[in-house]
């Protein structure tokens, strides 16, 4: 047998295991990253999963939220912001109708942050000049305003406040506002205006945070105390709610580049928050 033809006949080399497939090859690591929320946990119930937490983690916005805000059917329903924080949040036992407004505020900061960067532009008018300003402002400058509950205002164990009032010899037992009370009132001022009937802002809010007076809970009777609640009562409760109520906010310092008007404001969140483009 010749040389060449023994070759032929040689069972071929079989190359030594290479490593094995990659199946991840084109998938990205979402980071996530820990917001801070303003309320600190202190008024969840303990059933709820950010009892006691100081902060709640959210992963970074991809492709799948951009899908999300540009959403016609979500757009319509008002539904894109509660689900672009529904598929951010890491834990899924978390959800943005039960956040605490305060708390949603901060999530849809630094959701927006992640996406968009740390910058935000918007326009502002002058209040001396009334000129429309295009400013940009940093996502940085966000401030939490923790809550305040003053001497005369007791915490309720289930995380409620109580208001009393000497001269009508009221308590009125209030709650702070969820996600899901923002929609509910929106709908119902909008309702209200679609009708042409008076709108009702106030009595709207103090119906929507007030649970109970003295012990009495069915809504028709609070409807009938707001009703008949004086000014200077209404305004008492709407200033204790805004007190102990936990919330973050932008603030910058402005300048006019038309009149040199100086100030420092608080900066509108507009529709150019999750959709610069538009």
Request: proline share 6%.
């Amino acid at each position: 047998m010749s040389k060449r033809n023994s070759n032929r006949t040689k069972a071929p080399e079989v190359p030594p295991p290479g490593p094995e497939p990659d199946n991840n090859l084109f998938s990205f690591v979402t980071p996530t990253e820990f917001v801070e929320l303003p309320s600190r946990g202190l008024f969840y119930g303990v059933d709820h999963p950010l009892h006691d937490s100081d902060v709640v983690e959210i992963r970074h916005m991809t492709a799948k939220e951009e899908d999300i805000l540009t959403s016609e059917a979500l757009l319509k329903s008002g539904m894109a912001l509660n689900r672009l924080l529904q598929s951010v949040m890491v834990d899924k036992n978390v959800h943005p109708d039960t956040l605490l407004i305060g708390d949603k505020n901060a999530v849809l900061i630094a959701a927006r942050q992640t996406g968009f960067g740390d910058i935000y532009t918007t326009s502002i008018n002058c209040s001396e000049c009334g000129k429309q300003n295009e400013k940009d402002f940093s996502l940085n400058t966000r401030e939490i305003k923790e809550s305040e509950i003053p001497e005369d205002v007791s915490l309720l164990e289930n995380g409620n406040f109580l208001i009393y009032n000497k001269e009508y010899d009221l308590n009125l037992e209030i709650r702070l506002l969820k996600g899901q009370d923002e929609t509910k009132i929106t709908k119902i001022l909008e309702n209200r205006r679609k009708l042409k009937k008076d709108v009702g802002n106030i009595t709207t809010m103090l119906e929507s945070i007030i649970v109970a007076v003295n012990d009495i809970r069915e809504p028709a009777a609070i409807q009938q105390v707001v009703a008949a609640m004086p000014v200077a009562f209404s305004r008492k409760v709407r200033s204790v709610y805004e007190s102990v109520m936990p919330n973050i906010g932008l603030y910058a310092d402005f300048e006019c580049e038309f009149c040199d008007y100086n100030d420092r404001l608080e900066v509108p969140i507009t529709l150019h928050f999750f959709w610069p483009d538009l």
